[in-house]
């Protein structure tokens, strides 16, 4: 049974950058494409930047393009998602997830193709 353990966010200035970490355990990474959602505070959870099993394809939300990147270590069953020019708006408790997919296949950020989750990151971005 997969479970996933997410890190690395915190307090930053406007502008700055931070790389999230997402952990895995309970099972080999190599079946499961990997997605990062957010939820900011009175908002729904938003799917940011997705990637397929073998790193071939990638997702990323309007708001994420451009300063969003997205990257998996298989052999050391992590991922990571790097954040630069952080804005206000950025601020929101970030969630790793996976699903078991067909090699290549990278499916949106529809909730019915994340099927486990994370604890979520806090990652604040000060004005």
């Known amino acids: 049974h997969l479970q996933l353990v997410a890190s690395g966010g915190g307090l930053v200035q406007t502008g700055g950058s931070l790389t999230l970490s997402c952990a895995f355990s309970g099972d080999s990474l190599d079946y499961y494409a990997i997605a990062w959602f957010r939820q900011a505070p009175g908002k729904e959870r938003e799917g940011v930047s997705a990637i397929s099993r073998n790193s071939g394809s990638t997702r990323y939300a309007d708001s994420a393009k451009g300063r969003f990147t997205i990257s998996r270590d298989n052999a050391k069953r992590m991922a990571y998602l790097q954040i630069n020019s952080l804005e206000p708006e950025d601020t929101a408790v970030y969630y790793c997830?996976?699903?078991?997919?067909?090699?290549?296949?990278?499916?949106?950020?529809?909730?019915?193709?994340?099927?486990?989750w994370g604890q979520g990151t806090q990652v604040t971005v000060s004005s």
């Open positions: 997830a996976t699903g078991r997919m067909d090699y290549g296949v990278l499916p949106d950020f529809n909730y019915d193709n994340w099927d486990t």
